[in-house]
């Protein structure tokens, strides 16, 4: 999920070790919710300024709902609100990341916490939609300015209003090791008929399927899908065609699919029977694939320490001329969204605008620097060589797409879109048809 990753395409070998935990391997975590009790808060300086809703006396408690259900993020989010000072008691309630995220209307519909993970695009926008958030610009009225355009255009409902603190984000991108081009004297595409020709030079040079992947869990191959249509037709033809705009029968949506078609012979055989981890292990071994696409936020945690200061990575190249490669990726951004039914609004607010500083998300990537923040005022300074990569790539794109899943409505991306990738890498002379199914099934969702 990166092939739009870092930035200019012959930066040099990532040369720093990067720990930390994905967003996705949450989905390994134990289901059940879990309170973080005994929260010992000390005073954060950048928390003590004067706003619109955090001056004055704020109290009571304030709960969070959060998918941070693997060990190291759940101890990094407890650092977090460890720091926070503000007079009210923060609690947070964990359930594992696939149960949230599949229990989520229920939740929102049922007696939901005052504040809680989730994400920008249609999935903070679907639910704002149905009156099930609290808009909150009087939050942004404070933390505005430390946020670029694109980002505050994320975080805004199709009412215009504001409804997510945004908190981290990460690129989607072509992983490959340093070591491995330079024993073979690869050098990185810069069209995709170059990387065409590098995965078959690849194979004759030992490596049966040159790019890994591992799509049992339904959503990777949407990184690929939603790359290829952005080269090919652009971000906005991509965004609308999310929100059918377009029918996935039309010609542009067909040759995704057929430009896609020509890669698939250099992939894992049986894919969608791995899991995601399992493509990032192949890769890692440098023996049967010698890059990966994928996001940041899955690779950077899940490579061996010896890899890790082989790790490099490149935007996925140029299609057509009219989108070169700093047009648009996938750089999705996860953040806070506040219930419609808080109990403690000013409280709430108070939080969220804690968890808009800098300060906060710096707490956070302290143990989990496979991401960055959000914010323009980050101290960039402390990040590792990959998040440098990842920042550059993300200042020098145009446009930002947030994942198919997040961009279109969750009930289509699951299971309509993740059959039909799955379809598709399974045979992929079948796209035809697997476009006319998705269109009859997209119109039927979008009523």
Same mark, same amino acid.
């Not at 992939?267 to 994928?294: C, H, L």
């Not at 920042?391 to 299971?415: E, M």
């Given at each position: 999920?990166?092939? =739009? /990753?870092?930035?200019?395409?012959e930066?040099?070998?990532?040369?720093?070790?990067?720990? #930390?935990i994905?967003?996705r391997?949450?989905l390994? !975590?134990s289901?059940?919710?879990?309170?973080?009790?005994?929260?010992?808060p000390?005073?954060?300086?950048?928390?003590?300024?004067s706003?619109?809703?955090?001056?004055?006396?704020?109290s009571?408690?304030?709960?969070? #709902?959060?998918?941070?259900?693997?060990a190291?993020?759940?101890?990094?989010?407890a650092?977090?609100?460890?720091?926070?000072s =503000?007079?009210?008691?923060i609690?947070?309630?964990?359930?594992?990341?696939?149960?949230?995220?599949n229990?989520?209307? +229920?939740?929102?519909?049922?007696?939901? +916490?005052?504040?809680?993970?989730?994400?920008s !695009?249609?999935?903070?926008?679907?639910?704002?939609?149905?009156?099930?958030? &609290?808009?909150?610009?009087?939050?942004?009225d404070?933390? !505005?300015? =430390?946020?670029t355009?694109?980002?505050?255009?994320?975080?805004?409902?199709?009412?215009?209003?504001?409804?997510?603190v945004?908190?981290i984000?990460?690129?989607w991108?072509?992983?490959?090791?340093?070591?491995?081009?330079?024993?073979y004297?690869?050098?990185?595409? &810069?069209?995709?008929d170059?990387?065409?020709?590098?995965?078959?030079?690849?194979?004759k040079?030992?490596?049966?399927?040159?790019?890994?992947?591992g799509?049992?869990?339904?959503?990777?191959?949407?990184?690929?899908?939603?790359?290829?249509?952005?080269?090919l037709?652009?971000?906005?033809?991509?965004?609308?065609?999310?929100?059918?705009?377009?029918?996935?029968?039309?010609?542009k949506?067909?040759?995704?699919?057929? /430009?896609?078609?020509?890669?698939?012979p250099?992939?894992?055989?049986? #894919?969608?029977?791995r899991?995601?981890?399992?493509a990032?292990?192949?890769?890692?071994?440098?023996?049967?694939?010698?890059?990966?696409f994928?996001?940041?936020?899955?690779?950077?945690?899940?490579?061996?320490?010896?890899?890790l200061?082989?790790?490099?990575?490149?935007?996925?190249?140029?299609i057509?001329? &009219?989108?070169?490669?700093?047009?648009a990726?996938?750089a999705?951004?996860?953040g806070?969204?506040m219930?419609?039914?808080?109990?403690?609004?000013?409280?709430?607010?108070?939080?969220?605008?804690?968890?808009?500083?800098?300060?906060?998300?710096?707490?956070?990537? &302290?143990?989990?620097?496979?991401?960055i923040?959000?914010?323009?005022d980050?101290?960039? +300074?402390?990040?590792?060589?990959?998040?440098k990569?990842?920042?550059?790539?993300?200042?020098?794109?145009?446009?930002?797409?947030?994942?198919l899943?997040?961009?279109?409505?969750?009930?289509?991306?699951?299971?309509?879109?993740q059959?039909?990738?799955?379809?598709?890498?399974?045979?992929?002379?079948s796209?035809?048809?697997?476009?006319?199914?998705?269109?009859?099934?997209?119109?039927?969702?979008?009523?």
């Amino acid at each position: 999920m990166s092939r =739009h /990753t870092p930035g200019p395409s012959e930066d040099p070998a990532v040369q720093a070790a990067v720990a #930390g935990i994905s967003r996705r391997n949450m989905l390994k !975590g134990s289901a059940g919710a879990v309170a973080l009790g005994g929260v010992l808060p000390t005073l954060l300086a950048a928390c003590s300024r004067s706003s619109s809703t955090n001056s004055g006396s704020v109290s009571g408690k304030v709960s969070v #709902g959060s998918n941070y259900s693997d060990a190291s993020v759940k101890k990094a989010f407890a650092a977090v609100v460890s720091k926070y000072s =503000h007079g009210s008691e923060i609690s947070v309630n964990t359930v594992d990341h696939d149960t949230f995220q599949n229990d989520i209307s +229920n939740y929102l519909q049922g007696t939901p +916490n005052d504040v809680f993970t989730w994400f920008s !695009g249609n999935r903070a926008k679907y639910f704002a939609k149905q009156g099930l958030l &609290e808009p909150i610009d009087d939050v942004w009225d404070s933390i !505005g300015s =430390h946020f670029t355009d694109a980002v505050k255009a994320a975080s805004k409902g199709a009412d215009g209003k504001y409804y997510l603190v945004p908190w981290i984000n990460y690129p989607w991108v072509m992983f490959y090791k340093t070591s491995v081009f330079k024993k073979y004297n690869y050098t990185v595409p &810069e069209t995709f008929d170059d990387l065409l020709k590098l995965c078959a030079q690849m194979k004759k040079d030992g490596f049966s399927s040159p790019i890994a992947i591992g799509q049992k869990d339904g959503w990777p191959a949407m990184g690929t899908f939603d790359i290829i249509n952005m080269r090919l037709n652009g971000y906005q033809f991509h965004i609308d065609l999310m929100n059918h705009k377009h029918p996935w029968t039309d010609p542009k949506v067909l040759n995704v699919f057929k /430009t896609w078609q020509r890669l698939t012979p250099y992939y894992t055989p049986g #894919g969608t029977g791995r899991i995601w981890e399992d493509a990032v292990n192949i890769f890692d071994a440098n023996k049967e694939s010698a890059m990966i696409f994928q996001g940041t936020d899955q690779v950077g945690p899940q490579v061996s320490k010896a890899g890790l200061a082989d790790l490099n990575f490149f935007p996925f190249p140029q299609i057509v001329s &009219e989108y070169p490669t700093d047009s648009a990726i996938d750089a999705p951004i996860d953040g806070f969204l506040m219930s419609a039914k808080v109990k403690n609004r000013k409280g709430a607010a108070a939080f969220m605008e804690y968890l808009g500083t800098a300060a906060a998300e710096q707490t956070y990537l &302290e143990s989990d620097p496979s991401d960055i923040g959000t914010a323009t005022d980050y101290p960039t +300074n402390t990040y590792t060589a990959l998040q440098k990569k990842s920042v550059a790539i993300i200042k020098s794109t145009k446009n930002l797409a947030q994942f198919l899943d997040r961009d279109t409505l969750p009930s289509f991306a699951y299971p309509d879109v993740q059959n039909a990738m799955n379809s598709f890498l399974n045979d992929p002379s079948s796209y035809s048809s697997i476009c006319t199914k998705l269109e009859q099934q997209a119109k039927s969702v979008f009523v």
